[in-house]
């Protein structure tokens, strides 16, 4: 069993940059491939990036390419989501996922097999 937990969400403004981080409770976090998603009020929830458990593959969505970045540090079970340049199509519930094995950009939900609670990013015009 693998659990997650995010945080770094918070209130900033238009232009500003947050870190999100997911701390895994697993002895085998190299072993995972994780992956940051994002649901907003009234819409399904939706890919944003992806990691492979090594660090040197990423994937992301088309809106936030340039402006996040996904990394991970498998010292400290930790993956992080760095986003700059927020602006008003980010705020949403953000949350990390894990999942065994890797195939490229898994952008789908039922590719995960684990997922966190999520933390809330909000973006003042």
């Known amino acids: 069993q693998v659990q997650l937990v995010e945080s770094g969400g918070g209130l900033v403004q238009a232009g500003d940059s947050l870190r999100l981080s997911c701390a895994a409770s697993?002895?085998?976090?190299?072993?995972?491939?994780m992956g940051w998603f994002r649901q907003a009020p009234g819409k399904e929830r939706e890919f944003v990036s992806n990691?492979?458990?090594?660090?040197?593959?990423?994937y992301y969505e088309d809106s936030v390419k340039g402006r996040f970045t996904i990394s991970r540090d498998n010292a400290k079970n930790t993956v992080y989501l760095q986003m700059n340049s927020l602006n008003p199509v980010d705020p949403a519930v953000y949350y990390c996922?894990?999942?065994?094995?890797?195939?490229?950009?898994?952008?789908?939900?039922?590719?995960?097999?684990?997922w966190g609670q999520g933390t809330q990013v909000t973006v003042s015009a």
């Open positions: 990691i492979h458990w090594s660090g040197t593959n990423t």
């Open positions: 996922a894990a999942r065994r094995t890797w195939s490229g950009r898994s952008r789908y939900l039922n590719e995960y097999d684990y």
């Open positions: 697993v002895g085998t976090f190299s072993k995972y491939a």
